[in-house]
T-cell receptor
Framework: DAKTTQPNSMESNEEEPVHLPCNHS???????IHWYRQLPSQGPEYVIH???SNVNNRMASLAIAEDRKSSTLILHRATLRDAAVYYCILAKYGNKLVFGAGTILRVKS | GAVVSQHPSWVICKSGTSVKIECRSL??????MFWYRQFPKQSLMLMATSNEGSKATYEQGVEKDKFLINHASLTLSTLTVTSAHPEDSSFYIC?????????????FGSGTRLTVV
């Protein structure tokens, strides 16, 4: 599976939108873009995933570039509970997820 | 939504003993489950893919005789750390995907903190 590149850390103010970038220049046509987040001492939590079109759910939005070489996870209003490590992962349908280093998101009150 | 239960949530064992960790899919059937380990301040490392009714597939560098995986039913996979040593102390996490609900991604257990003394 292709690799992803994310910033090591980001900081946001509470109740403001957060845009978490992910680069995946070697993505293949059958790679899904997955986002998970992990709070300390917990298992990862599914956030969102998509293939080509932008996706929205109750947690977040996923904006996928037209060439699919990058994507952005959008948290519309960050709360303190959104502080976590966010992982952007590429995987083919049904395949294993291989985690990279992720982005540590800090939310300031 | 899909729920994966992992047990125990933490365990302390003596060096040289074996420890079994259970991973159950509570409201769906999982033909495939995945086992990860995570050291402090590091990312998750995939250890193996557990396949119902067949042998697990281990990632490169993971000792299959040390980390025994059994996936005897569609809702249960177990990871046994045999002859545990302090360097096996880690956070172990399982995950599964409900293939019947394609929009919900993979569900992870809450993890098991293993401490070997």
């Amino acid at each position: 599976d292709a690799k992803t590149t994310q910033p090591n850390s980001m900081e946001s103010n509470e109740e403001e939108p957060v845009h978490l970038p992910c680069n995946h220049s070697t993505i293949s046509g059958t790679d899904y873009i997955h986002w998970y987040r992990q709070l300390p001492s917990q298992g990862p939590e599914y956030v969102i995933h998509g293939l080509t079109s932008n996706v929205n759910n109750r947690m977040a939005s996923l904006a996928i570039a037209e060439d699919r070489k990058s994507s952005t996870l959008i948290l519309h209003r960050a709360t303190l509970r959104d502080a976590a490590v966010y992982y952007c992962i590429l995987a083919k349908y049904g395949n294993k997820l291989v985690f990279g280093a992720g982005t540590i998101l800090r939310v300031k009150s | 939504g899909a729920v994966v239960s992992q047990h125990p949530s933490w365990v302390i064992c003596k060096s040289g003993t074996s420890v079994k960790i259970e991973c159950r899919s509570l409201d769906f059937q999982a033909t495939t489950m995945f086992w990860y380990r995570q050291f402090p301040k590091q990312s998750l490392m995939l250890m193996a893919t557990s396949n119902e009714g067949s042998k697990a597939t281990y990632e490169q560098g993971v000792e299959k005789d040390k980390f025994l995986i059994n996936h005897a039913s569609l809702t249960l996979s177990t990871l046994t750390v045999t002859s545990a040593h302090p360097e096996d102390s880690s956070f172990y996490i399982c995950s599964a995907r409900d293939m019947g609900r394609g929009n919900y991604g993979y569900t992870f257990g809450s993890g098991t903190r293993l401490t070997v003394v």
